[in-house]
């Protein structure tokens, strides 16, 4: 199975700031045959479902904020996320589509001053 | 618009069954593979289970493997999840999603399993 390690597990910033969270996979999610990583980024704010946010490590979903920026490859993943605002308050996750099992992140919380 | 309504959860005893349900719209269901996903309280996700858009393949997790069946009723645009068995450990929010990196969730239906 893939193991996903994800940091931090909570973080707390002022709004105007910009905050990084990282995921690491046991396994590299880098397909040979179409050169597209399959892991993915979502949000869930309290008391909601998950959203989906980044999708093949670094394509934004429809509707998501340009603030939301999904980066790595291989084994190595990042989401940035410039300027926080208010509204981003949240837990996040990262999700590895690769193979079966498919294996989620450890959450990381987001908190605003 | 894509949605995605589960129903059928509640609160049953250990060793009890429960079927879930998990009605689409607003997308060609039969053409999409779909996936079950769980929070127990305060947790993190877990994935478990998935079927393919033709029901050609199911994949568990561990956790759940000879316990949960997935299945669909494409002339219903409907996914469930019959679950057997269950254990304390099964108490969760329990989560349909659309496809092949979950573009689209439910709403969620709870399920609690205590005696």
């Known amino acids: 199975d893939i193991v996903m390690t994800q940091s931090p597990f909570s973080l707390a910033v002022s709004e105007g700031e910009m905050v990084t969270i990282n995921c690491k996979s046991s396994?590299?999610?880098?397909?040979?045959?179409?050169?597209?990583?399959?892991l993915a980024w979502y949000q869930q704010k309290p008391g909601q479902s998950p959203k989906l946010l980044i999708y093949y490590a670094s394509t934004r979903q429809s509707g998501v904020p340009d603030r939301f920026i999904g980066s790595g490859s291989g084994t190595d993943f990042t989401l940035t996320i410039s300027d926080v605002q208010a509204e981003d308050l949240a837990d996040y996750y990262c999700l590895q589509h690769y193979s079966s099992p498919f294996t989620f992140g450890s959450g990381t919380k987001l908190e605003i001053k | 618009e894509v949605q995605l309504v589960e129903s059928g959860g509640g609160l049953v005893k250990p060793g009890s069954s429960l079927k879930l349900s998990c009605v689409a719209s607003?997308?060609?269901?039969?053409?999409?593979?779909m996936h079950w996903i769980r929070q127990a309280p305060k947790k993190g996700l877990e994935w478990i289970a998935l079927i393919y858009y033709d029901s050609s393949n199911k994949y568990y997790a561990d956790s759940v493997k000879g316990r949960f069946t997935i299945s669909r009723d494409n002339s219903k645009n409907t996914l469930y999840l019959e679950m057997n068995s269950l254990r304390s450990e099964d108490t969760a929010m329990y989560y349909c999603a659309k496809s092949g990196y979950f573009d689209y969730w439910g709403q969620g239906v709870m399920v609690t399993v205590s005696s």
């Open positions: 607003g997308f060609t269901f039969s053409s999409y593979g």
């Open positions: 396994q590299s999610l880098l397909s040979s045959g179409n050169q597209k990583n399959y």
